[in-house]
């Protein structure tokens, strides 16, 4: 994979795409998507779908007694990240090169030669006859779920579904949850509702948001693909941040 180099902020990224990378960088230190309030000195964070590292380097700053695992599918991608992660001296992150999946072992994965982002473990609408199926190694979200985890956070193109039911057992483990949902026709497995109910049978209250508007379930547009933005949390945070006398309402997280 091809890759140039953009500064930003006193620190360097190696990238596939100028492009992809200036709208990533804006979602994740303009628009803030992953931040998840006070985690407290020492957070441990699960960056599911880490890509180059975008994410983990604003998890990084944010909270920067964190231990992160970074883990990413795509070998070139992989390698990417792992640069990154050197080259700007990251502390305390752990890179697991693998695709979060319900069973662990190997899975297939679908990537563009140009390195575009989007690469996925489910056959997506941008796939196209460029797209290539490599093996790749899988691991289950539930194994990195067996300890107690401030902030998981999954950007895993149309697996979140499958990946969450699997780590239902395990999922009391978590405290906040930031992902990123891909909803497509190709993907009907892939089901908004099923991942609600995981999370809140696992005693998360979440938020969804479409296009940077919060919705409720029965007004999410299921249009060809479309995206979702859900956070979830536990109340037990809400009873915390009203004993501050947090303001705070129901329908949104405490952060």
């Not at 983990?56 to 231990?67: C, E």
Request: hydrophobic residues 40%; aromatic residues 8%; negative net charge.
């Amino acid at each position: 994979m091809a890759s140039e180099t953009v500064e930003r902020d006193g620190v360097s990224f190696a990238v596939p795409d100028r492009e992809q990378f200036e709208r990533i960088y804006a979602d994740v230190f303009g628009d803030r998507e992953y931040d998840a309030g006070d985690l407290g000195s020492r957070p441990r964070i699960i960056d599911g779908g880490a890509h180059v590292g975008v994410a983990t380097l604003f998890f990084s700053r944010r909270y920067p007694g964190a231990r992160i695992t970074a883990v990413e599918g795509n070998p070139a991608t992989f390698a990417l990240l792992e640069r990154n992660i050197r080259e700007n001296g990251l502390t305390g992150v752990e890179v697991r090169h693998a695709a979060l999946a319900p069973v662990a072992g190997e899975t297939t994965y679908y990537v563009d030669a140009d390195g575009s982002w989007g690469d996925a473990a489910v056959r997506q609408p941008w796939h196209d006859e460029s797209t290539r199926q490599i093996t790749v190694p899988a691991i289950a979200l539930s194994s990195l779920l067996n300890e107690p985890v401030d902030l998981l956070k999954l950007d895993i193109e149309g697996m979140e579904t499958a990946v969450l039911a699997e780590a239902a057992p395990n999922l009391g483990n978590a405290r906040r949850i930031v992902l990123e949902f891909h909803g497509s026709r190709l993907t009907s497995e892939n089901r908004v509702d099923r991942l609600l109910a995981t999370l809140r049978g696992a005693g998360f209250a979440v938020e969804i948001k479409q296009g940077g508007v919060r919705v409720g379930e029965r007004l999410i547009v299921h249009h060809e693909p479309y995206w979702l933005a859900i956070r979830a949390w536990r109340p037990k945070d809400v009873e915390r941040l009203t004993r501050l006398k947090w303001r705070w309402t129901p329908s949104a997280p405490p952060w």
